[in-house]
C-alpha cells in the first residue's frame, strides 16, 4: 500500500557547503512521499514572487536554516532567503516546519508562528537526530493531512463526485483481445483544494508475464469546468498491467466550482482473456457459484451516482449466466462481500447480436468498496495449457 503524497516548498541555503544538509532532509521527504519544490536558478531574476506563487501551490514549506552571519551576541541569523520564504509561508497560512541549526537566532519564530527542530551539523546522521527529525517531518504529514487521507487513493471531504460513469470493454483488434477502460467522472468542490486528484488503473487478477515490455499511458481529458481551471497531469507508474496518474487543478478550485473529466486506457494485460491466463486461482464465491475474474471501480471520493458497464465482443464465449455483480469491501483485494449493498444496486444485461452488456447503477455507492462485474473467461479452444476444472 502507498502513502498519501503531500507537495510542500523548500527553502534551503543555495551554498555549495550546505548541499549535504539539504540532500539528507531531502532524501528523508521523499522516502516518506513527500514532494519538494524550490526557486532554482532559471528563477533567480525574481525570487520572491515566485516563491510567493510556488508556495500558495503548495500544502505546506519545510525550512532547513543554516548559520549565517554571526551576531554580537554570538548567535547567528539563518539565510535572509530562508527568512522571506518563511514569512511568505506564514502570511499565507501555510504550514511550516523548519529545522535550524544550533545557534541560530530564532526570536519571533516561537510559540504558534511555527514548527521547529535544531540540528547539529556533525551530528545530522546520528540514529537519535535522524529518530527525531524522520518523526518530526512524519508528523507535519499528519498534521497537514486528515485521517481519511493516509492511505492509498485518498477521498477528500472536500470534494463530492456528482457522477463516475465507468465503461469496461473487451475489444477483439486482428487475433488480439485488448481491455478498454474509458471513465467520465464530474466533481464538485465543497472549499479550496490544493491537493491532487489520484487516477489509477490496475489488474485485478494478476496477467501480465514478467518479460511483459507493453505499457500503458492513461488519456486524461477535460471536458468541462468552472471559472478557467485547467489540468496538470503526472504519471507517476506505468507497467504493462497498471497505471496511476496525479491530476493537480490550476489555479485552485474554490467552493462552488466543478470539473468534469474523462480517462481513457487500453492494455491486453488488465484481465485473463482465457482461463489458462490465470496464474493463481481465487475464486469469488456468490450464490454457491465461483467466478474466477472481475472488474469494477473503487469510489474514493463521496460519490452521488455511478454507473459501470461491462461488454463482451460478438462470438466470445461467455454468456449471460457467467456474469454476476460484486461489492465489496476493498483494500487490495475483496476483503468481504456486502449482501445489503448488492442488493441495492440496479442491474441490468442485454444481448445484441451476440454482444453481451452488463450494466449496474448505484446511487450513494460505499466508499472503499468495489462495485464489479465478475465472471468465468473461456477455455481457450486451441493452444497452450487448458486446464481440467
Not at 469546468?225 to 487543478?249: C, F, G, M, P, Q
Amino acid at each position: 500500500m502507498e502513502s498519501a503524497r503531500l507537495d510542500v516548498f523548500f527553502s534551503f541555503s543555495s551554498k555549495p557547503e550546505d548541499k549535504v544538509i539539504n540532500d539528507h532532509f531531502l532524501a528523508i521527504c521523499n522516502s516518506l512521499d513527500i514532494k519538494c519544490t524550490t526557486v532554482d536558478s532559471a528563477h533567480s531574476s525574481v525570487p520572491p514572487e515566485v516563491a510567493r506563487s510556488q508556495i500558495s501551490e503548495s500544502q505546506g514549506l519545510i525550512a532547513v536554516a543554516p548559520k549565517r552571519n554571526k551576531l554580537e551576541n554570538g548567535d547567528y541569523v539563518m539565510p535572509s532567503s530562508v527568512l522571506e520564504e518563511i514569512s511568505i509561508a506564514y502570511g499565507q497560512t501555510t504550514p511550516i516546519l523548519i529545522f535550524v541549526e544550533e545557534g541560530v537566532e530564532l526570536d519571533g519564530m516561537k510559540g504558534n508562528f511555527c514548527t521547529v527542530q535544531k540540528f547539529s551539523r556533525d551530528q545530522l546522521f546520528s540514529a537519535s537526530t535522524l529518530e527525531k527529525t524522520i518523526k518530526s517531518i512524519h508528523r507535519f504529514k499528519l498534521e497537514i493531512l486528515s485521517p481519511n487521507d493516509l492511505d492509498f487513493e485518498p477521498e477528500s471531504n472536500e470534494i463530492v463526485a456528482e457522477h463516475v460513469q465507468q465503461l469496461i470493454e473487451l475489444k477483439k483488434e486482428g487475433n488480439e483481445y485488448i481491455w478498454s477502460y474509458s471513465t467520465n467522472k464530474k466533481i464538485s468542490f465543497q472549499g479550496t483544494f490544493k491537493r491532487h486528484i489520484p487516477v489509477a488503473f490496475w489488474a485485478p487478477i494478476p496477467v501480465a508475464p514478467e518479460d511483459a515490455n507493453t505499457t500503458i499511458r492513461a488519456d486524461i481529458k477535460l471536458e468541462d469546468h468552472s471559472r478557467d481551471l485547467s489540468l496538470r497531469v503526472e504519471t507517476i507508474k506505468e507497467t504493462a498491467d497498471y497505471s496511476k496518474s496525479l491530476i493537480k487543478i490550476e489555479p485552485h478550485p474554490e467552493k462552488g466550482d466543478f470539473i468534469e473529466y474523462s480517462t481513457f486506457i487500453e492494455s491486453k494485460y488488465f484481465n485473463p482473456v482465457f482461463f489458462d491466463e490465470i496464474k493463481e486461482r481465487n475464486p469469488i464465491e456468490l450464490n454457491g457459484k465461483n467466478y474466477e475474474c472481475l472488474d469494477g471501480f473503487v469510489p474514493i471520493q463521496r460519490t452521488k451516482h455511478a454507473t459501470l458497464e461491462f461488454r463482451l465482443p460478438r462470438g466470445f464465449d461467455v454468456s449471460r449466466s457467467d456474469i454476476t455483480l460484486v461489492v465489496g469491501s476493498y483494500t487490495d483485494e475483496i476483503d468481504y462481500l456486502v449482501e445489503s449493498e448488492i442488493k441495492r444496486v440496479k442491474v441490468e444485461y442485454s444481448d445484441i447480436g451476440g454482444r453481451l452488456t452488463a450494466r449496474m447503477e448505484i446511487e450513494s455507492p460505499l466508499l472503499r468498496h468495489m462495485y464489479a462485474f465478475a465472471w468465468n473467461p473461456p477455455k481457450r479452444l486451441t493452444g497452450p495449457g487448458t486446464p481440467n476444472n
